[in-house]
T-cell receptor, first 114, second 112 residues
């Protein structure tokens, strides 16, 4: 079984541009969450989706948006990129949001904004 | 503001010894607790989950949870150089739809 897959793995963008990151969860998993990890810090929650509906949103500006598709894959979009958006973006896959649900991560997308 | 605290380290442990990693959390409503290992430049890898007070063992790893004191720990027995990584503690709760709240991680170095 394939694990969580993210694309692209690395990306370089210019300030002000737009970026789309993609995630395919583990087969059978219906929940996808996005996290941002800046070097030296723990991941920060951005969005959680379950059954195509947004279930949670972290403290990120409206430049960040996401969606989940009928096949449970997900996209994270960031508009008007800032230098501070440079980070590792992580997608986590889980069966459902729940008490004893474990989350598994993709390899991440390393975004560099110049 | 829900917080998860970890000593940033680095924690240096001789090969073959026991490494002890600690984590405290602020939200008494936290229900699920996880330890992830993260190698430099890679994504976090789940190594242990624990949901009730006490110890949970899996191979060389033991997770310990004390909800009254709001701490969770990870013991690594017979530490190997390949255990050198950053260990992240994460907690979740129902009132936040089980989103993971993370510590900043403890860097562990196993010295041969």
């Amino acid at each position: 079984d394939a694990g969580v897959t993210q694309s692209p793995t690395h990306l370089i963008k210019t300030r002000g541009q737009h970026v789309t990151l993609r995630c395919s969860p583990i087969s059978g998993h219906k929940s996808v969450s996005w996290y941002q990890q800046v070097l030296g810090q723990g991941p920060q929650f951005i969005f959680q989706y379950y059954e195509k509906e947004e279930r949670g949103r972290g403290n990120f500006p409206d430049r960040f948006s996401a969606r989940q598709f009928p096949n449970y894959s997900s996209e994270l979009n960031v508009n008007a990129l800032l230098l501070g958006d440079s980070a590792l973006y992580l997608c986590a896959s889980s069966l459902v949001p729940g008490y004893n649900t474990e989350a598994f991560f993709g390899q991440g997308t390393r975004l560099t904004v110049v | 503001q829900k917080e998860v605290e970890q000593n940033s380290g680095p924690l240096s442990v001789p090969e073959g010894a026991i490494a002890s990693l600690n984590c405290t959390y602020s939200d008494r409503g936290s229900q699920s607790f996880f330890w992830y290992r993260q190698y430099s430049g890679k994504s976090p890898e789940l190594i242990m989950s624990i949901y009730s007070n006490g110890d949970k063992e899996d191979g060389r790893f033991t997770a310990q949870l004390n909800k009254a004191s709001q701490y969770v720990s990870l013991l690594i027995r017979d530490s190997q150089p390949s255990d050198s990584a950053t260990y992240l503690c994460a907690v979740s709760a129902a009132d936040s739809n089980y989103q993971l709240i993370w510590g900043a991680g403890t860097k562990l170095i196993i010295k041969p």
